[in-house]
Nanobody, 132 residues
Framework: QVQLVESGGGLVQPGGSLRLSCGAP????????VSWFRQAPGKEREGVSC???????FYADSVKGRFTVSRDDGKITVYLQMNNLRPEDTAVYFC??????????????????????????WGQGTQVTVSV
């Protein structure tokens, strides 16, 4: 099964920026939607953003205007640019795909639904810590 790989996490001060990357070695992701999720200690995994194969994008309200999801020109890598980071953004961030072209969202929101990835592929996660 295809294994996604994330990178780019780290420690940043409030107001700072990080860019996360997600790829699948040896495989282009352009025909699939790719979602970003995060999980903070003691909390459930929550959807952050999704980019469809059409390049349509979706964002959780908590990150809208601060985070941007995109693909590189070669359609191999998906990025999550995170600006104006806040302490509450601290979490392990995962990318995932259910190998569908469209994003499956939680009803009445723009948050990707983690239940849609049951038969898909997850990355191993990358830690993002926002702290002074």
């Amino acid at each position: 099964q295809v294994q996604l790989v994330e990178s780019g996490g780290g420690l940043v001060q409030p107001g700072g920026s990080l860019r996360l990357s997600c790829g699948a070695p040896g495989m282009a992701l352009d025909i699939y939607s790719v979602s970003w999720f995060r999980q903070a200690p003691g909390k459930e995994r929550e959807g952050v953003s999704c980019i469809a194969s059409s390049d349509a994008t979706f964002y959780a309200d908590s990150v809208k205007g601060r985070f941007t999801v995109s693909r590189d020109d070669g359609k191999i890598t998906v990025y999550l640019q995170m600006n104006n980071l806040r302490p509450e953004d601290t979490a392990v961030y995962f990318c995932a795909t259910d190998f569908a072209p469209v994003c499956t969202l939680v009803r009445d929101t723009e948050r990707p639904d983690p239940r849609a990835i049951d038969s898909g592929s997850w990355g191993q996660g990358t830690q993002v810590t926002v702290s002074v």
